[in-house]
């Protein structure tokens, strides 16, 4: 076996001396058709942004969540910024911005225009979670302010979108956590209407009643009968009235809570509402580029003329096996 790839390997070398010229011209030409075709090629500069995300939860008002703004996000929460990256929303503001079908050089009015404008956008505009989380901002143009521009663009359009859909989520919520606030007011300004006329008809609170017997024994003895008829009065409409007292006492304490708790809730959603904060973590700001990023004319060429000399060798080899063949038969 070793033999028979000894001397198969030798033919080849034979072969491949016999065709040297063919191969050398060959390869000089796609040499030459590579270099002339990589200089012609227009040349791109590519500007990056980096930005990490926030905690999901960085707009939570309540004052034990306070420092949450400035917490590093997970991987969901890289996720999602990527997903808003990708947005409608994003791209449209950058295609009105920046005329980006007139600097594509694409026809609006073309019949398949916002294709070829997606493919051209997602060619130049590129978004990448990192390990670390974080996510590039790669803008590749030909005008290296343009690519700056853009990229520093789309970094501040990130917190105008993701404020945006927050205030949209939480507006159903305001207006609902409103209502309650509403009614629990009403609620509560019932409960102590009805405890005001209990008290105006005598009616008094668990603490008080423990000593209304020995006020009123004590005011007969020392013969002070208006206050003892008085303290009488009390204990006769507390007798009658005490458990709808204590009903209401109840009742209005368990609103006063949840009047508290849900004026937390109503500032938070208030807030939530009217957010307008940094959603992002900003690592680095893009830069104008001072030195093009594609096309690497030199691996271009390389690629090129190496592909074709492997091409022009297995072409030969065909046609001469096919010669066989035909001499063969």
């Keep these: 076996m ?31 058709a590579s270099i002339v075709v990589s200089v012609m090629m227009t040349p791109y500069y590519m ?18 969540s306070r420092n949450s ?32 079908y007139t600097h594509y050089e694409i026809d609006s009015n073309e019949a398949h225009a916002k294709f070829e404008f997606q493919k051209a956008y ?13 996510i590039n901002i790669d803008v590749y143009d030909t005008d290296p302010q343009i690519a700056a521009d853009i990229a520093n663009d789309i970094v501040r359009l990130v917190d105008t ?22 009614l629990i007011r009403q609620e509560m300004g019932d409960y102590s209407d009805r405890l005001r006329s209990l008290s105006d008809s005598g009616v ?20 002070k009968n208006d206050v003892a008829m008085e303290i009488k009065r009390k204990i006769d409409a507390t007798q009658a009235y005490a458990s709808d007292y204590d009903i209401y006492s109840n009742l209005s304490e368990f609103s ?6 849900i004026l937390d809730v109503n500032d938070q959603a208030h807030q939530f509402a009217h957010t307008d904060i940094q959603q992002t973590i900003r690592h680095s700001m893009a830069e104008v580029p001072d030195k093009k990023a594609k096309p690497k004319r030199a691996i ?13 060798i297995f072409i030969l080899l065909g046609l001469e096996k096919l010669k066989e063949l035909r001499a063969r038969g």
């Design 204 to 223: 008094v609170s668990k603490d008080e009643r423990g000593s209304m017997y020995t006020d009123y024994l004590e005011a007969l003895k020392v013969g």
């Design 69 to 100: 703004v400035v917490e590093f996000g997970d991987e969901a929460d890289a996720e999602r910024l990527l997903q808003v990256l990708i947005s409608p929303e994003i791209r449209d503001s950058l295609t009105k911005k920046f005329d980006l």
């Design 256 to 261: 006063s809570l949840r009047y508290s708790n």
């Design 47 to 64: 500007s990056r942004a980096v930005v990490f995300p926030t905690k999901s939860n960085s707009v939570d008002f309540n004052s034990n």
């Design 300 to 312: 271009i060429v390389l690629f090129a003329t190496f592909s074709t000399l492997i091409f022009a």
């Design 161 to 182: 979108v993701m404020n945006k859909m927050i205030r949209q989520r939480a507006i159903g919520p305001m207006y609902a956590v409103q209502a309650e606030v509403a």
């Design 2 to 32: 070793s033999q028979e790839q000894n001397f198969n390997s030798g033919e080849l070398v034979a072969f491949l001396w016999s065709k040297r010229k063919a191969l050398i011209i060959i390869t000089a030409l796609s040499l030459v």
């Design 122 to 134: 997602e060619g130049n505009i590129k978004f990448d979670r990192t390990r670390y989380n974080s």
